[in-house]
């Protein structure tokens, strides 16, 4: 015999989306992307130097 919870079954589960988080997403994608696009720069700029 299967037992069922009506409680948890009858009622849907709702998820609330927090706008903060999205922009903390952004913000860490950002940083991270200038700090690789900064990296690259300097990478090309020692290489450009040594010729």
């Known amino acids: 015999m299967k037992l069922v919870n009506s409680k948890t ?3 849907p589960v709702k998820i609330e989306k ?3 988080d999205l922009k ?3 913000i860490s994608v950002f940083m991270v992307g200038g700090f690789i696009a900064l990296s690259w720069a ?3 700029l020692l290489f450009v130097a040594r010729f």
Do not use: F, R
Request: charged fraction near 25%.
């Open 18 to 20: 927090s706008e903060e």
């Open 24 to 26: 903390g997403t952004i």
């Open 9 to 11: 079954e009858s009622q």
């Open 42 to 44: 300097g990478v090309y």
